[in-house]
């Protein structure tokens, strides 16, 4: 625990590390095994929980000053067994037609559920978060926020997962349909509880899942510079966006 305080990273992190290292020790977790051993002892743990331990275990070893250049190359291997395992599940996974998806939210317009229709459009246009959706109306005050500008209504993102990395994120909405759900919610979001448990019955599918449908459907466009779009404005690296949201599953590169 004494190395895991002495990293220079985030708090976070630490907070991350320090909840796997309790994991390993809970489970019996031999520090004097060799690498091979150490990686048949991680093996009872699904593909992702396995190379986050492994992370952890390299950390530590790292800092001790031992030897890791074999613990790198199991890492390697960790990495590829996670990667399919991602494949696996997208290729298992079902989800809404883009044009389903699309009429859904119409319906939701027409029958006044203007919230609803809102929560939805940000998540199909801009591939957003949960968080990213804790937003205010009618003013500037919030970290994220909806206001009514000459050219449209304005989304201002100051506060998701990426910020960090990402910045400031701003879109300008110019749709007829949804400036008339904008004028008719007086309110934004108020709550302090989970955004999970906010968003259930209001998104047609979880924004994970939207995503998902939308990469999908540019992919088997052909519509690169559309997925490049999406990945920034969602703000995450087409790397990521490949692995993990490419329900196709199909091996390529688009450079960042």
């Not at 002892?41 to 001790?64: M, T």
Request: overall charge positive; some cysteine; hydrophobic content about 30%.
């Amino acid at each position: 625990m004494e190395i895991i305080k002495r990293l220079d990273v985030k708090p976070q992190t630490k907070l991350g590390y320090t909840y796997l290292l309790k994991n390993l020790e809970r489970n019996g977790f031999d520090w004097s095994a060799t690498p091979r051993q150490m990686q048949e002892f991680l093996n009872a743990y699904e593909p992702q929980k396995r190379l986050d331990l492994w992370n952890v275990i390299l950390v530590i070893k790292r800092e001790n000053g031992d030897d890791i250049r074999e613990m790198k190359d199991i890492r390697a291997e960790m990495q590829g067994d996670n990667r399919d395992a991602i494949h696996h599940k997208l290729t298992d996974l079902t989800i809404m037609s883009n044009a389903d998806f699309k009429t859904k939210m119409l319906n939701l317009h027409t029958e006044g559920k203007y919230m609803s229709y809102i929560l939805n459009y940000l998540c199909y246009h801009y591939g957003v978060r949960n968080e990213d959706l804790r937003i205010c109306f009618n003013g500037t005050e919030g970290d994220n926020y909806l206001v009514d500008t000459k050219k449209g209504i304005e989304y201002v993102r100051r506060k998701y997962k990426t910020i960090g990395s990402y910045g400031v994120k701003k879109h300008l909405i110019t749709n007829g349909f949804f400036r008339i759900a904008y004028n008719n919610i007086p309110d934004g979001i108020n709550t302090y509880g989970t955004m999970s448990n906010y968003l259930k019955g209001k998104l047609i599918m979880n924004e994970g899942k939207i995503f998902k449908m939308r990469i999908k459907y540019l992919e088997e466009l052909g519509d690169t510079e559309k997925i490049q779009e999406l990945a920034c404005s969602r703000g995450t690296s087409i790397s990521t966006v490949l692995s993990n949201y490419n329900v196709n599953c199909k091996k390529y590169i688009i450079h960042e």
